[in-house]
């Protein structure tokens, strides 16, 4: 199973701007997933999108996935100071249904 | 709905001893996976358990072994401790088997290995 690649490693924005990071893969997926872990604690997911699917929303959250560029997008809009976190791209491809993740993208949000 | 426990949720070992980990997955699910987490190798894969038996593993010297019981709880267990070995054990579990294997992880154990 191949690992994404998130873009930037770090971000770092004021409160109330958007924030969009990146993930980059290398051969067809089944499923891409998003994951949230704050300060070295559990991990917790935040949107799936399968390999048909183009864009899904969450609340402030918004992913596309463009299977011919290969990549998927997280957009954090109107950014608050609690969504400091470091932020995992994780990909299920081939026959396995296990994720691999990405390195993550550490976002820090200041007040 | 009782989300995923570990314990403990931190420890000191010294290198040689060896550790046991402990996973409660959340109700219903039988689905448990265990994950590394290291700053400098990023989250990795060692194993799932599904109905108590293991089906993935990742690419772990045989050193890191788990199990899981017919209530899902699941244990992992690392011998021989080694300074490398110190990271962020995660576990995670899933309601399906197959397919969309959406995770959700426990907090956690800091191993700290000395």
């Known amino acids: 199973s191949q690992q994404g690649e998130e873009d930037p490693q770090a971000l770092s924005i004021q409160e109330g701007e958007n924030a969009t990071m990146n993930c980059s893969y290398k051969?067809?997926?089944?499923?891409l997933q998003w994951y949230r872990q704050n300060s070295g604690r559990g991990l917790v997911h935040l949107i799936l999108i399968r390999s048909n699917e183009r864009e899904k929303h969450s609340g402030r959250l918004r992913v596309t996935l463009d299977t011919s560029k290969k990549s998927s997008s997280l957009l954090i809009t109107a950014s608050r100071a609690a969504d400091t976190a470091s932020y995992f791209c994780?990909?299920?491809?081939?026959?396995?249904?296990?994720?691999?993740f990405g390195r993550g993208t550490s976002l820090i949000v200041h007040p | 709905k009782a989300g995923v426990t570990q314990t403990p949720r931190y420890l000191i070992k010294t290198r040689g001893q060896q550790v046991t980990l402990s996973c409660s997955p959340i109700?219903?699910?039988?689905?448990v996976s265990w994950y590394q987490q290291t700053p400098g190798q990023g989250l990795q894969f060692l194993f799932e358990?599904?109905?108590?038996?293991?089906?993935n593993k990742g690419n772990f010297p045989g050193r890191f072994s788990g199990r899981q019981f017919s209530n899902s709880r699941s244990e992992m267990n690392v011998s021989t401790l080694e300074l490398g070995d110190s990271a962020l054990y995660l576990c995670a579990s899933s309601l399906t088997g197959t397919g969309v294997y959406e995770q959700y992880f426990g907090p956690g154990t800091r191993l700290t290995v000395t």
């Open positions: 358990y599904f109905s108590e038996t293991q089906r």
């Open positions: 994780a990909i299920s491809s081939g026959g396995s249904y296990i994720p691999t």
């Open positions: 109700s219903g699910h039988r689905s």
């Open positions: 051969t067809s997926i089944n499923n």
